[in-house]
């Protein structure tokens, strides 16, 4: 599994955290940024990151900025993507499970650092069941490709 994490600057703390967590789990990642506290622009971290998953270069994305929604949001304006809000260890498991999410983002100023890193985990250890659930993702991709 090959992960893409990236942040803005209200996410950087955070992005620091789960990147240790993608090190111990033994996960290939590219952290892209940004590496700074002064204000930029979510979209220009989101935007890339997801198109470097859909495009099949990376597997899944963890986007972080400070409330998550922003990150969310931008990453599925891109074809292909499935970009879940997570802020809780039941939705981290049941996001890849039930919807097969291909990005996690997260708010720094939302959830701490310990629960960040447990869902991180969850997320990235949890496979998706398909089954039912694989018609009802189909579902998405057969509008995206009208």
Known sequence: MKVILASDH?????????????????????????????????????????????????????LICGTGIGMSISANKVKGIRAALVHDLFTAKVTREHNDSNVLCMGERVIGPGLAKEIARTWVSTDFEAGRHERRVSKIAEYENK
């Open 10 to 62: 209200g996410g950087v703390n955070l992005r620091r955290e789960v990147a240790d967590v993608l090190t111990d789990l033994q996960v290939e990642f590219e952290d892209i940024g940004c590496n700074c506290e002064s204000s930029v622009d979510y979209p220009d971290y989101a935007i890339p990151a997801a198109e470097r998953v859909a495009s099949g270069e990376f597997d899944k994305a963890i």
